[in-house]
């Protein structure tokens, strides 16, 4: 079965720091591969999506994603977080139900918390 | 405001009981989905609808109903609720589906718990 794993379950950084979230995904097929942010008591929002191309994403506020289809990896980056990154992060990759729709599938998420 | 709507966002039932989410879009899209959120299990999908009286099961269906008679509501409906549905639920919305799948909208979602 499709699955995506986010093995940072929490991180704590200093702003400025360098941020690098991991995920990595299990699909044989073609991938769609999303990052989504749940900043406190906030609905999902999409940070940056990868369909074909660039493998190195650029997304909202800063953020990049680099696909390793080696690897199964999609990792997020930024390079100096600020205070406001504190937040959710999920990782998801496409993945084709029996029906024949494609739906999403989430990682557990990695929890950053951004010391001022 | 143009977006997702859920409601309510805050829930306390007693087991048995049946509770209804509601979940209202207003962008026409076509594809509307329920998601409940979990420690450990991230966002797991419970059921889908591509379109008005079109709906079809996610990864956990049990327990749950869901109805689409308008493109903009997607009601979901827990008809005799269970401790282990205690969650936050999330609906989300989205243009398209199939294999380009586009990025789904959520809504602010609803914090059930159930006693």
């Known amino acids: 079965a499709q699955s995506v794993s986010q093995h940072n379950h929490h991180v704590i950084l200093s702003e400025a720091a360098s941020l690098e979230l991991g995920c990595n995904y299990s699909?044989?097929?073609?991938?769609?591969l999303f990052w989504y942010v749940q900043y406190p008591g906030q609905h999902l929002q999409l940070l940056l999506k990868?369909?074909?191309?660039?493998?190195l994403v650029k997304g909202i506020k800063g953020f990049e994603a680099e696909f390793i289809k080696s690897k199964f990896s999609f990792n997020l980056r930024k390079p100096s977080v600020q205070w406001s990154d504190t937040a959710e992060y999920f990782c998801?990759?496409?993945?084709?139900?029996?029906?024949?729709?494609?739906?999403?599938?989430f990682g557990t998420g990695t929890r950053l918390l951004v010391s001022p | 405001d143009a977006g997702i709507t859920q409601s309510p966002r805050y829930k306390i039932t007693e087991t048995g009981r049946q509770v209804t989410l509601m979940c209202h879009q207003t962008?026409?899209?076509?594809?509307m989905f329920w998601y409940r959120q979990d420690l450990g299990h991230g966002l797991r999908l419970i059921y889908y609808?591509?379109?008005?009286?079109?709906?079809d099961k996610g990864e956990v269906p049990d327990g749950y109903v869901v109805s689409r008679s308008k493109t903009e509501n997607f009601p979901l409906t827990l008809e005799s609720a269970t401790r282990s549905q205690t969650s936050v639920y999330f609906c989300?919305?989205?243009?398209?589906?199939?294999?380009?799948?586009?990025?789904?909208?959520f809504g602010d979602g609803t914090r059930l718990s159930i006693l």
């Open positions: 609808s591509a379109a008005a009286d079109i709906t």
């Open positions: 998801a990759v496409n993945a084709l139900l029996n029906t024949g729709f494609q739906k999403l599938v």
């Open positions: 989300a919305s989205s243009e398209m589906g199939g294999i380009h799948n586009q990025p789904q909208h």
């Open positions: 699909y044989g097929g073609t991938v769609n």
């Open positions: 990868y369909f074909s191309g660039d493998p």
């Open positions: 962008w026409s899209h076509s594809y």
